[in-house]
C-alpha cells in the first residue's frame, strides 16, 4: 500500500464549477500536508499548507485535512481553464522529506 | 517570491555519456537542496537530499555511483547522471530550502523548472 493515495484521473471540469481533489494517507504521524500545481513539463508550485487538522482558505481554494480519516481535500471554486493542470499533494511529520501522491489531472472545460 | 533555476531545462545525451544538472537558488540561500525524479504520469520521487558541504543523503534504491551529487555552495548544487542509459531517461526536478526557513517547516521548499533528459 502506498503512504499516499490520490486519484490520477484526468478529472474534467466546466468552467464555473467546484472541483474536489483528494488525498488519503496511512501515516498517522504526517502534521503538515501541501497542496501544489503543476504545468506540463514544469517544476511544482505551492499553493496551500495546512498544518494538522482543519480548514485553510486563499481565495479560490480551500484545503481541508481530517486526521481521524487520514483524508485531505482540496476545493477550487469558479473553476477556469487556467486551472486545468495536475494538482499534487504532499505531506510529511515535519521533517524535510515530502511524500508525494501520483497527482490528479484537472482538465478544466470552456 | 523565491526562485530556483535548473539548467539545462532539456537535454539529449547518447547512451554511456554523462550529463551535468544545475540547480540554483536565484534570490535566496539554500543549505538543503532535494533531487528528484518523474516519470509521465507518475509522482515526484525523492533521488536525494543535498547539504552544503556535506555527502548527499541518497533514498534506498538509488545509486549514488550514478548519481553524482554536489552541493558546493549556498545557492548551487549540481546532479549529474554517469554512465546514462535509455532508462535514466526522465524528468528530473531539484527543490531548494531557504536558509532562513523555520525549522522544521519543510513546506518552505521552492522547486526548479525541471530538465527533461532524454537518453537515446
Known amino acids: 500500500q502506498k503512504e499516499v493515495e490520490q486519484d490520477p484521473g484526468p478529472l474534467s471540469v466546466p468552467e464555473g464549477a467546484i472541483v474536489s481533489l483528494n488525498c488519503t494517507y496511512s501515516?498517522?504521524?504526517?502534521?503538515?500536508f501541501m497542496w501544489y500545481r503543476q504545468y506540463s513539463r514544469k517544476g511544482p508550485e505551492l499553493l496551500m499548507y495546512?498544518?494538522?487538522?482543519g480548514n485553510k482558505e486563499d481565495g479560490r481554494f480551500t484545503a481541508q485535512v481530517d486526521k481521524s480519516s487520514k483524508y485531505i481535500s482540496l476545493f477550487i471554486r469558479d473553476s477556469q481553464p487556467s486551472d486545468s493542470a495536475t494538482y499534487l499533494c504532499?505531506?510529511?511529520?515535519?521533517?524535510?522529506?515530502?511524500?508525494f501522491g501520483t497527482g490528479t489531472r484537472l482538465s478544466g472545460q470552456s | 517570491g523565491a526562485v530556483v533555476s535548473q539548467h539545462p531545462s532539456w537535454v539529449i545525451c547518447k547512451s554511456g555519456t554523462s550529463v551535468k544538472i544545475e540547480c540554483r537558488s536565484l534570490d535566496f540561500q539554500a543549505t538543503t537542496m532535494f533531487w528528484y525524479r518523474q516519470f509521465p504520469k507518475q509522482s515526484l520521487m525523492l533521488m536525494a537530499t543535498?547539504?552544503?558541504?556535506?555527502?548527499?543523503?541518497?533514498e534506498q534504491g538509488v545509486e549514488k555511483d550514478k548519481f553524482l551529487i554536489n552541493h558546493a555552495s549556498l545557492t548551487l548544487s549540481t546532479l549529474t547522471v554517469t554512465s546514462a542509459h535509455p532508462e535514466d531517461s526522465s524528468f528530473y526536478i531539484c527543490s531548494a530550502r531557504d536558509l532562513n526557513a523555520t525549522a522544521g517547516i519543510s513546506y518552505e521548499q521552492y522547486f526548479g523548472p525541471g530538465t527533461r533528459l532524454t537518453v537515446t
Open positions: 543535498s547539504n552544503e558541504g556535506s555527502k548527499a543523503t541518497y
Open positions: 504532499a505531506m510529511n511529520t515535519g521533517f524535510q522529506k515530502l511524500v
Open positions: 501515516n498517522s504521524a504526517f502534521q503538515y
Open positions: 495546512t498544518y494538522s487538522s
